[in-house]
Nanobody, 115 residues
Framework: QVRLVESGGGLVQAGGSLRLSCTSS????????MNWYRQAPGKQRELVAR???????NYTDSVKGRFSITRNNARNTVYLQMNSLEPEDTAVYYC?????????WGRGTQVTVSS
């Protein structure tokens, strides 16, 4: 079955960096758009970054210039490189794809940025 597993979250100081990874199984990874979402306490889940099968990317305005989404199709893995982290980036980060009309999510990885 479809499975997405995130890793790489943790506690960092403002200005620091983290790289999140999401490894997939159960899909032909290379043809699917992959997304990173995040959800902070009391807030709606928001799309942070998206990478299409073509390699084209989209970012939410608040992370442009700081975050970079990439994919390694040979490893069935999508990454989110997060630089210049801010306390406002604190959230649970989720990997997502849509497969046969249904959304699939990882369990999430916590990112905490201290001020």
């Amino acid at each position: 079955q479809v499975r997405l597993v995130e890793s790489g979250g943790g506690l960092v100081q403002a200005g620091g960096s983290l790289r999140l990874s999401c490894t997939s199984s159960g899909i032909n990874f290379k043809i699917y758009t992959m997304n990173w979402y995040r959800q902070a306490p009391g807030k709606q889940r928001e799309l942070v970054a998206r990478i299409f099968s073509s390699g084209n990317t989209n970012y939410t305005d608040s992370v442009k210039g700081r975050f970079s989404i990439t994919r390694n199709n040979a490893r069935n893995t999508v990454y989110l490189q997060m630089n210049s982290l801010e306390p406002e980036d604190t959230a649970v980060y989720y990997c997502n794809t849509n497969y046969k009309g249904d959304p699939y999510w990882g369990r999430g990885t916590q990112v905490t940025v201290s001020s």
